[in-house]
């Protein structure tokens, strides 16, 4: 039996029924990664030493009769930028090469103590910012359904390494998109949940009032398993909402009686012929579940979401990142004569160009002179793009919305910043707002490339957009990668 093809479910029954030891999954997925690593590139770091220390202890707890937890034996894969005390944490950056931090975040406390076995940790865009994983200081990944193409991005790493059998679960974040376009380019389940719901001590700050941290899977049930056991009050983030744990059950009919809305005026002519076939596809499955459709409108959203985000998202990167200047974290230039050289030095050799660019963008939009004009008036819009969402969701109880515009693109195909930026249209106003989203797999293109579909519901709505999603998404989930590689 080829283990790396189990569900994390079909795991922790097999391990529970003792048909298999956590021993043997851990070194299937292993081999698994062994073999097509050189083809994706998809990991930054693999613990193979410590995940398989880890699986002789479940299996030791096993026969001894004691759980290990919802995640016994279960391998999972960890973006570069959630803090690990045991193995580097590097964000994809020259500027943290090697840093391993104090500590664990908290999710990673929360999956060690349920019996997870952390594997490694993924490639990523630099600090989580792009949205194809070109832009890891340490090289692209490639998407395992074709390896002339983008894994999506910033968490590219985690999504191929599901994609491709490394591991049946993987955790990543986003900011903007970063979990969901990702997870729609490598035909997977990617939720980003209500920023609040799962603690976000212990990830590397990008932009604090829009980061997430959210799993990816390649099944329904398995997204409703990990976030069962990372979804709860942490004091250690004052973001972090002290209220009830929500319950991940899958029902029989999710959308029987349900108003879901779309926008169909506004994405015509926005996708490929594939995607609008998906997504007429999705919408005509809806009706068929039970589900009314009904039209509602996102003008300012969809017009202004793009340009709010990228003077927000950049303002708090320019915050955030200056504390990289050489002193207290990683890399630091060791010839400075003075310490403006030494903070010129150590941030303009060790930062790439689309982080010093959001760092310039965001300086320029927080200077004096210009905070009004830019900073002040995108928090504006933000309010009134959360009004927006909320006026909609009087209406409907979930949107429906392509994840994004196209499928996977190739390598190196949008070269130009703005390009790319555009690419981020239908998830960035689900950040903006703080509402939960979570990508499916609607299906394949005509050249054999996922195609992802998103449903967005209200703040708190985390369990039922994925019992939706589990619905709309069953008949395409659970495949592994295998035509990619030639």
Request: aromatic share 8%; with cysteine.
């Amino acid at each position: 039996m080829e283990l790396y093809r189990l569900s994390a479910a079909e795991i922790v029954a097999g391990l529970k029924a003792r048909r298999f030891k956590c021993a043997d999954v851990v070194r299937s997925c292993l081999e698994r990664m062994r073999e097509m690593e050189s083809h994706l590139h998809a990991m930054l770091h693999i613990a193979a030493d410590s995940a398989l220390k880890t699986a002789a202890a479940v299996d030791a707890a096993v026969a001894e009769g004691r759980d290990p937890g919802r995640l016994m034996g279960v391998p999972v894969i960890l973006k570069d930028n959630i803090c690990t005390g045991d193995m580097p944490t590097t964000c994809a950056s020259k500027i943290l090469a090697g840093w391993v931090p104090p500590y664990d975040a908290t999710v990673v406390k929360m999956l060690r103590a349920e019996g997870a076995v952390i594997l490694g940790k993924a490639n990523c865009d630099e600090f989580a910012m792009g949205g194809s994983t070109e832009n890891s200081a340490f090289g692209p990944t490639m998407n395992p359904w074709d390896v002339g193409r983008v894994p999506g991005g910033s968490s590219g790493g985690s999504a191929a390494a599901v994609a491709a059998g490394y591991a049946p679960i993987s955790l990543g974040s986003d900011t903007g998109g970063s979990i969901r376009q990702p997870a729609s380019f490598c035909g997977l389940y990617g939720m980003k949940p209500t920023y609040g719901q799962v603690s976000r001590y212990g990830l590397v700050a990008f932009a604090s009032s829009l980061d997430q941290i959210g799993p990816f899977a390649r099944t329904a049930e398995d997204l409703k398993l990990i976030l069962s056991a990372i979804c709860a009050f942490d004091p250690h983030d004052s973001t972090s909402e002290d209220r009830p744990a929500p319950r991940f059950d899958l029902s029989d009919a999710p959308l029987c009686g349900k108003k879901i809305g779309v926008l169909t005026k506004l994405v015509d002519g926005k996708l490929t012929a594939d995607l609008q076939a998906a997504m007429d596809g999705q919408i005509e499955e809806c009706r068929r579940l039970g589900a009314e459709i009904v039209e509602v409108a996102l003008p300012k959203a969809l017009e202004y979401g793009l340009a709010c985000y990228y003077i927000l998202a950049p303002a708090e990167a320019s915050s955030n990142l200056a504390r990289y200047d050489g002193v207290r974290y990683g890399a630091a230039y060791g010839d400075a004569k003075s310490l403006l050289e030494l903070y010129v030095k150590t941030r303009g050799e060790n930062f790439g160009p689309e982080v010093k660019r959001r760092i310039l963008t965001g300086t320029y939009v927080l200077s004096s002179g210009f905070y009004d004009a830019y900073y002040l008036t995108a928090q504006k819009v933000r309010k009134v793009i959360k009004q927006e969402f909320a006026a909609a969701f009087e209406q409907v109880d979930a949107i429906l919305l392509p994840t994004s515009p196209t499928p996977a693109f190739k390598l190196g195909e949008m070269s130009a910043p703005l390009t790319m930026y555009m690419a981020d249209v239908f998830t960035i106003p689900v950040n903006l707002a703080g509402l939960p989203g979570i990508s499916f797999n609607a299906g394949f293109s005509s050249a054999g490339l996922p195609l992802g579909m998103q449903l967005i519901g209200p703040r708190w709505s985390d369990a039922a957009i994925l019992d939706m999603a589990a619905a709309l998404g069953k008949k395409a989930e659970g495949r592994i990668a295998e035509g990619g590689v030639r």
